[in-house]
């Protein structure tokens, strides 16, 4: 495998995802700037973490779990828990579990997920599914933190992602390093992943114009 290409040029994910860039930003712009929409969102967020940590642990049940992967589900765990953490300091009370009424979107978010899982284990295999799904992911999560990060910044909310984005980096390379240079399997589950976010972020974006039409 050539050590020299990134998981963005392998993967073409970057490229196929400019289209999404502005509108996803114009979304977070929005959501950082209300206050109670922005803690439904990193509720949200904690759940597709805790999901993610959930994932890697039951899918290591009969397996030889290693320091990696270990640390990996460890970190995940702790993003939810960060997430959950600043979801209650922003949003100013107590957002016990994933309900409806704390978490933007939360079936979607789920759906979004379970999607993703079903149709790359029935790719891949269930064997190979926790490298697959976690690289498609992590490219997902270093492509929407960043771009999260980014609108953080310029809005002056006290909340800084680097420690987090650069867990989810060296998630991204070492998952990356798994994949045997198989990248049109990565380009094609990359894809498939895109396909599945859009309808995901489709249905955060109405629910935002509702909950603020509701007003
Ligand atoms: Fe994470
Ligand atoms: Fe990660």
Redesign the pocket.
């Given at each position: 495998m050539s050590a020299s290409i990134s998981p963005w040029t392998a993967s073409g994910m970057r490229d196929e995802n400019k289209p999404y860039e502005a509108p996803v930003r114009a979304f977070l712009e929005a959501v950082v700037s209300d206050p109670l929409a922005h803690a439904r969102f990193m509720n949200m967020l904690s759940m597709l973490e805790h999901m993610?940590s959930r994932k890697i642990m039951l899918s290591q049940m009969n397996r030889t779990l290693t320091e990696e992967t270990l640390s990996?589900l460890s970190?995940?765990a702790r993003?939810a828990y960060f997430f959950k953490r600043h979801a209650e300091r922003i949003g100013g009370e107590k957002m016990d579990g994933f309900t409806d009424e704390n978490t933007m979107c939360r079936v979607s978010a789920m759906m979004y997920f379970g999607r993703l899982d079903a149709g790359i284990s029935k790719e891949v295999g269930d064997d190979a599914a926790y490298q697959w799904v976690s690289l498609v992911?992590?490219l997902r999560?270093c492509w929407l933190y960043e771009i999260y990060q980014d609108v953080l910044e310029k809005s002056g909310v006290a909340l800084s992602l680097s420690a987090l984005l650069a867990?989810?980096d060296q998630?991204l390379a070492d998952m990356f390093a798994h994949c045997g240079g198989r990248y049109d399997v990565l380009k094609r589950l990359s894809s498939y992943e895109t396909g599945l976010f859009v309808k995901f972020w489709h249905h955060l974006d109405i629910s935002r114009s509702l909950l603020q039409a509701a007003e």
């Open positions: 993610g990996h970190e995940e993003h992911i992590e999560a867990e989810e998630h």
